[in-house]
């Protein structure tokens, strides 16, 4: 997937939130949602290294980045961390927005393997998983029209649709 993990975050966010019976939750809201639309894109800050230094030699899905057991040990630690603190209203706030971070990247593992593949179960084995749908590369002028022109792209224009319309629905809603 390519345009679709900022749209899916959002809508996982907004979801959680609609569900969220907590009153702290629902008046500050901001952080979380940042958090959960940073987290639906982190996992693709590779990017920056497979187009620089690592010259696109290995697939970026390769990376740790890509990999559910990294943001797994990183969840781990956060919330370990987030545990010692001793203001329990700083507590439970933190909780929210670094929970909403790893659904943003949870949310992001699996787009990724709709289309693409991760190594789900590393390190206990460097089985790729994924791939549902396997996009051929037909079009050698330009690599992203293998993506665009394939039927997948329009599973993303209906997210993003989805996400556009949930968010205009959002922001122009009358206030009760």
């Excluded at 590369?137 to 993303?156: A, G, K, P, Q, R």
Aim: charged share 10%; glycine share 6%.
């Amino acid at each position: 997937m390519i345009i679709a993990h900022l749209p899916v975050a959002y809508l996982a966010a907004t979801g959680i939130r609609h569900r969220t019976k907590t009153p702290q939750m629902q008046t500050a809201w901001s952080l979380p949602m940042i958090a959960c639309l940073i987290g639906g894109i982190a996992p693709d800050f590779d990017l920056l290294y497979f187009y620089t230094i690592g010259g696109r030699h290995i697939n970026h899905h390769a990376y740790i980045t890509h990999t559910p057991f990294y943001w797994a040990c990183a969840a781990t630690i956060t919330f370990v961390a987030i545990h010692t603190i001793s203001d329990a209203t700083k507590r439970s706030r933190l909780r929210w927005i670094a929970g909403m971070f790893f659904v943003g990247i949870l949310t992001h593992h699996v787009l990724d393997s709709f289309v693409g593949w991760l190594y789900w179960f590393y390190p206990f084995s460097d089985q790729k998983v994924g791939g549902f749908v396997v996009i051929p590369s037909i079009y050698s002028s330009w690599w992203l029209w293998n993506f665009i022109l394939h039927w997948t792209f329009l599973v993303e224009l209906t997210i993003v649709t989805a996400a556009g319309v949930v968010w205009w629905r959002s922001a122009f809603a009358e206030s009760p």
